[in-house]
């Protein structure tokens, strides 16, 4: 079973809620994707109101080993995006939590 969401099922939900065509909603989701692209890659942190933030992080240089022979190798410095889930979106994901059994 995918639990995936695409741009494509995105666009096609998007184009049905707002009965715009969805051409022009894949056309400007696919422009706002491009700016915060390029805003993370300027260094800004980008934020989106009721969902979160997404951040660029450093990380350092450190030592990896291969799983399978044991070997360690140098893993180089690096960039990366970091997703910080919002405070109604962790609401709205608690709320759908498993409750536990204890």
């Known amino acids: 079973m995918d639990n995936s969401v ?3 099922t995105l666009s096609q939900r998007a184009a049905e809620a707002t009965s715009l065509a969805r051409t022009d ?3 400007l989701s ?3 994707f491009e700016l915060i692209g390029n805003a993370l890659m ?3 942190t980008v934020k989106l ?3 979160g933030t997404l951040q ?7 030592m990896g080993r291969n799983p399978r022979t044991g ?3 140098r893993i180089d410095p690096r960039h990366t995006v970091v997703f910080i889930p919002g405070a109604r979106l962790r ?4 709320g759908n939590a498993p409750k536990s059994s204890d």
């Not at 660029?56 to 450190?62: M, P």
């Not at 609401?91 to 608690?94: M, N, S, V």
Request: glycine share 6%; charged share 35%; aromatic share 6%.
């Open 6 to 8: 695409t741009r494509a």
């Open 49 to 51: 109101t009721g969902f």
């Open 91 to 94: 609401e709205a994901l608690d």
């Open 25 to 27: 909603v894949s056309a």
């Open 71 to 73: 070997e360690q190798y």
């Open 56 to 62: 660029v992080r450093s990380r350092a240089e450190r």
């Open 42 to 44: 300027a260094g800004e």
């Open 30 to 32: 696919a422009r706002m």
